[in-house]
Nanobody, 115 residues
Framework: QVQVVESGGGLVQAGGSLRLSCAASGSPRTIVTMGWSRQAPGKPRDLVAGITTGGSTNYADSVKGRFTISRDNAKDTVYLQMNSLKPEDTAVYYC?????????WGRGTQVTVSP
């Protein structure tokens, strides 16, 4: 079992920055990949960014160049630095921790970007 808890959401103006954190506990040594997805009202949940234990990253095209994912393996924590935020980035952001054979999700943290 793995538990993931997000923090760091909030309200920011367009062009501003936020940093999200996600801490994993339980059996973090079984985690292969951690990352973030987001879901805006009335839309499906979409991948934002992911990072493997080896440090390989991937990003959605919509956030490339603005968001940076990083990982502190010693703390079993993943961060999402979000810069140049846009109103369309408004969503609930969910952290995930992928193990074999299942993926664990956090409860989400709201990010709201005002025009």
């Amino acid at each position: 079992q793995v538990q993931v808890v997000e923090s760091g959401g909030g309200l920011v103006q367009a062009g501003g920055s936020l940093r999200l954190s996600c801490a994993a506990s339980g059996s973090p040594r079984t985690i292969v990949t951690m990352g973030w997805s987001r879901q805006a009202p009335g839309k499906p949940r979409d991948l934002v960014a992911g990072i493997t234990t080896g440090g390989s990253t991937n990003y959605a095209d919509s956030v490339k160049g603005r968001f940076t994912i990083s990982r502190d393996n010693a703390k079993d924590t993943v961060y999402l630095q979000m810069n140049s935020l846009k109103p369309e980035d408004t969503a609930v952001y969910y952290c995930y921790a992928a193990t074999l054979p299942r993926t664990y999700w956090g409860r989400g943290t709201q990010v709201t970007v005002s025009p």
